[in-house]
């Protein structure tokens, strides 16, 4: 296995850190046990990081119907007459936590920024609706997303974008396109990438604790989004883009890994595998960045609005 090193965080996360790790310390010792209402809450609380909210002219609630049933999103433009670039945006949570609520102040920023249209997609979350449901929503929402564009001015062509699990879901449906190229996607723009699920690199030793997302809670999530399926080896690495097809007709590819992730070594080498079949990719390695860092925005200002440089760079670039 490949040597690898533990991040060192920066000075900006010392205290946030400190108070996070005395409060996992505190529910080992309680005992208090992993559930889907704890996690969320726990992840919903990092809004009170997420202060910076830019005035985007153009906010609405939009919805997919199907059948008995709708998929929620809720679109962003800066300027919805002028035709811009689309970025459809599927939120992390280890694919049971997260919302377009949570991720607002990230969508603004990023239609801000990027000057672009941005679509937060709500799909179902595990374990109420386990895998594959949250991905069918999102490619549901991919190929239908001008839908949910009627007031809006956009160029055809749309790039999808997600951290985390948003990452798992963005590349699994590029790993779709290219069997089925009606499934459009432009570019991939990809944070902290969850790309396998087999959790077989080095990164969750070496990063898995102390870092605010700890390989136990990685491990707990992804049991609840396969379920029984969780115990099927040979499932679970066929569910992950990494174990995928890999190959030259992918999108070109943003994509960021954060030092002090345990999901840092799997990013880095969905990286690798995608320059070495001739894919375009541009990889940003923040290494004292934690996981999860870009809903940290007011502890780490100037990382996070780097992001956003970068990813509205890419978007304008052909």
């Known amino acids: 296995m490949q040597d690898s090193p533990r991040g060192s965080a920066s000075a900006k996360l010392a205290e946030f850190l400190a108070q996070a790790n005395q409060n996992i310390a505190l529910a080992r010792e309680q005992n208090i046990q992993f559930t889907p209402a ?24 939009r919805a997919w119907h199907l059948g008995d049933r709708a998929i ?45 249209v941005v679509i937060s997609v709500e799909y179902r979350l595990a374990p109420e609706h386990p895998y594959p449901a949250g991905l069918e929503d999102c490619e549901h929402a991919l190929r239908h997303y001008a839908e949910v ?26 790993e779709r396109s290219l069997a089925d190229p009606s499934l459009d996607i432009c570019k991939q723009i990809l944070i902290y990438p969850s790309v396998d699920y087999t959790m077989a690199s080095a990164s969750y030793e070496s990063n898995g604790a102390g870092f605010l997302l700890e390989t136990p809670r990685v491990k707990w999530y992804f049991e609840q989004y396969f379920q029984d399926a969780a115990l099927d080896a040979e499932k679970v690495r066929a569910a992950s883009p990494l174990h995928g097809r890999i190959e030259a007709g992918l999108p070109e590819t943003l994509i960021f890994t954060a030092g002090c992730d345990p999901l840092r070594d799997e990013g880095r080498a969905y ?22 860092y870009m809903l940290l925005h007011d502890l780490v200002a100037e990382e996070c609005l780097s992001t956003y440089q970068r990813i509205a760079h890419f978007i304008r670039t052909s």
Do not use: W
């Not at 704890?38 to 609630?61: G, H, Q």
């Not at 062509?157 to 798992?168: E, F, L, Q, R, T």
């Open 271 to 292: 990286a690798e595998a995608l320059q070495r079949v001739g894919v375009k990719v541009e990889h940003h390695g923040l290494e004292d960045m934690i996981h999860a």
């Open 38 to 61: 704890l996690l969320r809450e726990n992840l919903n609380k990092l809004a009170a990081f997420m202060t910076c909210k830019p005035e985007v002219s153009y906010i609405a609630d």
């Open 149 to 174: 564009l009627e007031d809006v001015a956009f160029i055809t062509g749309p790039c999808i974008m997600g951290d985390s699990a948003g990452g798992a879901i963005c590349t699994s449906l590029s």
């Open 72 to 116: 929620p999103a809720r679109v962003y433009s800066p300027d919805p007459l002028s035709a811009l670039p689309v970025v459809v945006h599927f939120h992390g949570g280890g694919h049971m936590c997260g919302s377009v609520e949570l991720y607002d102040p990230i969508c603004r920023q990023l239609a801000s920024t990027a000057h672009c």
